[in-house]
């Protein structure tokens, strides 16, 4: 049996592990690392933060706020046990598929945050789909998970303008009635 009785004493007890104690309300689930470090991509996530902001909130940008430097255990338990459990929504950047988002939204479905998903209308929820290989034929399918987890809000935009103004609207709205 674990020491911890509850998520919130464990977020607590990695928060002395780390001595890490900042507090954020919006957690943007996107990439952090890639080719994309100092791409327009980072500077969507930026004017993203400023919109969180806008509504009087914190948020965590993990292009910001995760130093590469840290040892891989760091890297991933801030965010997705420190960070995401004590926030209160996530949202779902699907504009560039991420390993690490997909984690990042998985912490938040385990620990019942609502999510928010962000996504270019062109693409629709394509992002969401994953390739997998039969293991007995060898055919490779498509597969789409669905939705699961505590879904908030599905934001479809055509244009960086439209997205943000769109979450500022969402982000209000839940604020209000959060």
Not at 25 to 37: H, M, N, Q
Not at 81 to 91: K, L
């Amino acid at each position: 049996m674990s020491k911890f009785k509850s998520k919130f004493d464990l977020v607590e007890g990695l928060r002395d592990i780390y001595d890490y104690r900042e507090k954020f309300d919006v957690f943007l689930a996107c990439t952090f690392e890639s080719c994309e470090r100092g791409n327009e991509k980072f500077d969507f996530y930026d004017k993203i933060g400023k919109v969180v902001e806008s509504v009087g909130k914190k948020p965590y940008l993990p292009h910001k706020e995760i130093d590469l430097n840290w040892p891989a255990e760091k890297i991933y338990d801030i965010p997705n046990q420190i960070v995401i459990p004590s926030s209160d929504i996530v949202i779902g950047y699907l504009g560039v598929q991420s390993y690490a988002a997909g984690i990042m939204i998985g912490s938040a479905f385990n620990y019942r945050i609502p999510v928010s998903y962000l996504y270019e209308k062109e693409s629709g929820l394509d992002a969401l789909k994953y390739q997998r290989t039969d293991l007995f034929t060898g055919e490779t399918q498509t597969v789409d998970p669905g939705f699961r987890g505590n879904i908030y809000d599905l934001i479809e935009f055509e244009n960086e303008e439209e997205a943000l103004e769109k979450l500022k609207l969402s982000l209000e709205v839940f604020y209000k009635h959060g």
